[in-house]
């Protein structure tokens, strides 16, 4: 009898331990550090207007799991796990990625599409070009109609394609998408959140300032482009880069600290239950009247 009970007791803790451990509670935990609501189906990432404009949710067969959202006064965002199926045959696989999307209230931006080269997601309906930077031509399949796409590349986005080869990124109209093609780590959620998000502010900010009295218009900015800054050195973009997600991500960035003292205090309490149940087993043998 006494070992019965005792093996429940390990049993029960056990499963509590897993319980909490899985993906979607560690995603929920997060949803609410980040004051996000947290669904764990949805079956739209966007709004249908928006989803018929991006190729990836227009043109395969996605499902969404661990949907958190955000919103502002600007935008409202979501971040998600999803599979993404190139076609609806019995056998097909999917390719699992983490996305984050967003649409903006009242914000347009240049039609553009960046896909890795081995991405089973590059094709576009628009045309290919190039940006003539080397790191970035030979990694990437970069598609849009027109220049006006051009002053997205940002210097903080320039860096991002010569230092990493897994980014996927389209924006169309209000719309914004973007993932590394993987499905991200709970430990690494933070750190993509804060890429995506630094993305999406600078693009907003790009077409924030042109539309400003006295501004370009986005053909004339085309035709009277800046003379390009000399390209920053690798230490100086990532010095940059990371002042650039101290300030977008303060909060996250102090939760990361915050969760790995939780992950310690909970190690504790599972090492003292641990140590714990062979004691009480032999109390409750002890005792158990023979």
Not at 76 to 97: G, H, Q, S, W
Not at 179 to 202: D, G, M, S, V, Y
Not at 217 to 244: C, G, R, V, W
Request: hydrophobic share 45%.
């Amino acid at each position: 009898m006494g070992l019965i009970i005792f093996t429940s007791f390990l049993a029960l803790v056990t499963g509590l331990i897993l319980l909490g451990n899985t993906r979607s509670a560690r995603m929920r935990r997060y949803a609410k550090r980040n004051h996000a609501q947290f669904d764990r189906h949805r079956s739209s990432l966007t709004t249908p207007l928006s989803a018929g404009k991006l190729e990836i949710l227009k043109e395969y067969f996605p499902l969404f799991r661990h949907v958190m959202t955000f919103m502002d006064n600007l935008a409202f965002m979501r971040l998600a796990d999803a599979e993404i199926y190139k076609d609806e045959t019995p056998n097909a696989k999917p390719v699992c990625v983490t996305l984050f999307a967003a649409e903006f209230r009242n914000r347009s931006f240049p039609i553009l599409k960046i896909a890795p080269l081995g991405s089973p997601f590059y094709a576009s309906q628009y045309m290919t070009v190039k940006t003539n930077i080397p790191e970035i031509d030979r990694n990437y399949h970069i598609s849009a109609p027109n220049q006006a796409a051009g002053l997205l590349f940002t210097p903080y986005l320039k860096g991002l394609l010569k230092t990493r080869d897994n980014i996927y990124l389209e924006v169309n109209d209000n719309a914004f998408l973007y993932h590394e093609n993987c499905l991200q780590t709970i430990e690494e959620l933070e750190n993509f959140h804060c890429r995506a998000a630094q993305l999406l502010a600078e693009f907003g900010n790009t077409m924030i300032n042109l539309d400003k009295p006295g501004s370009a218009t986005i053909n004339a900015a085309i035709k009277a482009a800046p003379k390009p800054k000399a390209p920053l050195s690798d230490e100086e973009f990532n010095a940059k880069a990371q002042a650039m997600l101290s300030v977008m991500c303060p909060k996250e960035i102090a939760r990361t600290h915050g969760s790995a003292s939780l992950r310690g205090f909970w190690g504790i309490i599972l090492l003292v239950l641990l140590l714990a149940i062979p004691v009480v087993g032999w109390l409750i043998l002890k005792n158990f009247p023979h």
